[in-house]
DNA sequence: ATTCTTTTTTGATTATTATCAAATGGAAAT
DNA sequence: ATTTCCATTTGATAATAATCAAAAAAGAAT
């Protein structure tokens, strides 16, 4: 069984056929470093599924670059807001490992929710999911101190220090690198 | 049509007989303030709809109080986690206004969800907008500062602070009343 | 190996907000 | 009207992290 079947049936189970489909609709990629999944101002047609490598999930505020995510080690991830309201990209997202990527375009994503009641359970189970996980986020933001948020990734992702530029990091936990670097140093 | 019924269908369009099954499962409370929706430790059991008043999701964090989201003017609460993981709620919900209230039970939301799959693209749908939601407020309390997470608020709820107390107004932003009320006075 | 480029670290200063403490204001109760 | 209670404001100080600038370290290219 694939990395991402598996994935998917842990969102919730599926009949034989419906998987069958389902899984028939997800393309792969083998893509190089710094490639662009995402690009601005473009609308996000695919939920993405990374099973090897890490992709970056980024935006500019204030001209400057924030990383809003970083999808590794079988997880799912998009463009949320682009993909759902089919607008053009605030977020851009782009590949800093060579990596395997799937993806299921939304019309297939549509067509099979609309046709099968338990693909849109499924959806409605992976959503849930993740507005559990924005709120658990939302909260670390808000009362975590630095050192805290940078532990707590350590500790749940500890491979991340030697795969991803400190740089990434420290925007995606929300300080400057120099503050990271700090972190760092005192621990 | 009632507030409630517009608010479902401004969600997605249902058919008629799914419409009227649905609404039909909605429960009404007339409450007076102060009282509890959802208690420290105890499973949530159901989505809210307010149509009058005011209600207030709180939780505990580091021996403080921290209000996590003021309802308010026809929308949806409820406390997520506990409600889609089934487990004690970490959240509580209390009216700080006497309100009018409806609310569906999981077990009622669950089986409709089953037995129609409008419902379950309905409920897809309403999480896809909390989802969103939460993007916007992660990134607003992430890089904006106090003042202008306060402005921005008064702007899209300006009634907001002749209804709710300071203190509570000022955890929601994730500051503290003391730093809320200098913002003010510097107005 | 040496140069060039990028990433990370260190230093000094500033801005924002929290914390602790006390004073003020306002509403309800007597 | 006076007391009591609670909410809000003001003041002084401390903590956290940002900003600006420069140095050091690490990688890549020749």
């Known amino acids: 069984m694939s990395t991402l079947e598996n994935r998917i049936l842990q969102i919730t189970p599926l009949p034989e056929d419906v998987k069958k489909t389902f ?14 999944l995402v690009k601005e101002n473009e609308t996000a047609n695919y939920i993405y599924y990374i099973e090897k490598g890490i992709a970056r999930i980024f935006y500019y505020k204030n001209g400057k670059e924030i990383t809003e995510w970083i999808a590794m080690d079988n997880s799912f991830f998009l463009s949320i807001i682009s993909f759902f309201e089919r607008t053009p990209s605030r977020l851009q997202i782009h590949t800093i490992e060579p990596s395997v990527v799937y993806g299921i375009h939304y019309d297939n994503l549509m067509n099979l929710c609309n046709e099968e009641h338990c693909i849109e359970r499924w959806l409605r189970k992976a959503l849930t ?56 140093s005192n621990l």
């Not at 997800?26 to 190089?32: D, V």
Request: aromatic share 12%.
């Open 129 to 184: 999911g993740s507005l559990i996980l924005s709120q658990y986020r939302m909260d670390s933001i808000q009362f975590e101190s630095a050192q805290q948020r940078y532990e707590k990734l350590l500790e749940n992702n500890p491979s991340i220090i030697q795969r991803v530029p400190l740089s990434y990091i420290a925007s995606f936990l929300g300080i400057t690198q120099e503050t990271l670097s700090r972190i760092r």
């Open 23 to 36: 899984l028939g609709k997800w393309e792969k990629w083998a893509m190089p470093k710094d490639q662009f």
